[in-house]
């Protein structure tokens, strides 16, 4: 055993014994090779079934990461081009003033469009064709380009529908094939999990803190609408009131171990182990068994700031790159400027840092309202290496 799986060992250990965690694993990879593979806790409490380095996790917004990374790369291969209009493929997405919006403004959240029909539920989320129309015909919050905010959910049907329109293919079947597949991992890296697969998945719980955090901040649609909008067509509520997270579909264990929403393409968020997500992140910085995902020369786009701003949603600094967060969870971008990766709702997280060469990746079944657990493995793996 070397020192830094030894370290992470004992850390998760602790986490788990301490009841701060229930079930976690922390992988790590670094030029290409998995330095780290740790385990602890229980995946199923209610039937005792352990953590294995197998055990996939809903990792919520996590899975922006993969989103991305399969942007980039079927960019690499000159399928899409960052700079297209929305609109020229989805001509439906450019109402109501959408038009010069580009995939790089949606990779950026810079579209304008963070907001959902306050109604929405569960089911409508589930429903891709739904989600597009209400999207593609909602009133931006500030004009395409001119601002950043978080887009919590639509990120991903924004992204996957254009992948979908230019492709053919939709957005969690091009995944397994154009990443996935290529590294070894379509069994544990996923944009929805398959129906027989669910099994496997572990079982999330709220902490008591993050079962009492206050509802997502509300914004009004600017201008209310003159005319039905597709939201109360859809019977998802008062069109004029669209929010970041409505509260039907908050990020919670409740909402998150319901079958259909894992098994469903929401491309906001994702379904995987750390040591595939770790992966993931290690192929693009490097090879991994001989498979590269993108070029050196497209790195650059994952790891070059090219927002830094205030967030238009939340009110905090937003340091991204072409579809990534800039800077290592907990630390200020500044001091961390070569590390590029997404974090999830309740505390699961993943990313890589150019300069070293590593990648890592936590996943956790104990929803927490902070990325603390995180954070001290963060910690961890840049000590040791």
């Known amino acids: ?106 990779m950026t ?60 293919v939709p957005v969690a079947r091009a995944f397994a094939e154009e990443v996935a597949g290529p590294l070894k991992v379509a069994n544990e890296l996923f944009l929805g999990v398959p129906r027989a697969e669910l099994g496997r998945l572990a079982r999330l719980e709220d902490a008591p803190e993050y079962a009492e955090q206050p509802a997502t901040p509300t ?37 998150a171990n319901r079958a259909d929403v894992l098994s469903a393409a929401i491309p906001a968020a994702g379904q995987f182990t750390a040591r595939a997500a770790a992966r993931m992140y290690a192929a693009l910085l490097a090879p991994v068994d001989g498979v590269r995902l993108i070029s050196a020369n497209r790195l650059r786009e994952l790891s070059t700031p090219i927002v830094d701003d205030v967030d238009q949603v939340f009110g905090n600094r937003a340091v991204l790159s072409n579809g990534y967060a800039i800077g290592r969870l907990g630390t200020d971008p500044a001091d961390t400027p070569t590390v590029f990766g997404w974090a999830g709702s309740g505390g699961s997280y993943a990313c890589a840092d150019t300069a070293t060469g590593v990648a890592f990746a936590i996943t956790k079944n104990r929803l927490a309202p902070d990325f603390s657990t995180a954070q001290r493995v963060g910690d961890v793996v840049a000590e040791a290496l």
């Not at 931006?140 to 959910?153: A, I, K, V």
């Open 1 to 106: 055993m070397n020192v830094l799986q030894r370290r992470l060992q004992e850390t998760a250990d602790e986490l788990v014994r301490s009841g701060a965690e229930r079930g976690l694993q922390i992988a790590v990879y670094r030029h290409g090779e998995q330095v780290a593979d740790v385990v602890a806790g229980l995946a199923d409490p209610a039937t005792g079934r352990p953590v294995t380095p197998g055990t996939p996790f809903h990792a919520f917004s996590a899975g922006k990461g993969l989103t991305a990374a399969l942007v980039h790369v079927l960019a690499e291969r000159g399928a899409l081009d960052y700079d297209l209009p929305i609109a020229e493929v989805w001509p439906e997405f450019g109402a109501h003033g959408k038009g010069a919006a580009t995939l790089r403004h949606a």
């Open 109 to 168: 959240h810079a579209t304008g469009v963070p907001g959902l029909p306050a109604g929405l539920t569960p089911a409508d989320l589930c429903d891709w064709q739904r989600m597009c129309a209400v999207i593609a015909d909602a009133r931006p919050w500030w004009e395409p380009g001119t601002g950043s905010g978080y887009h919590s959910y639509t990120f991903g049907y924004i992204v996957g529908e254009v992948v979908r329109r230019v492709t053919g």
């Open 219 to 255: 914004r009004e649609e600017p201008e209310a609408p003159s005319r039905e909008e597709p939201g109360a067509a859809s019977g998802l509520g008062d069109p004029a009131a669209f929010v970041v997270a409505p509260r039907g579909v908050r990020p919670g264990a409740a909402f």
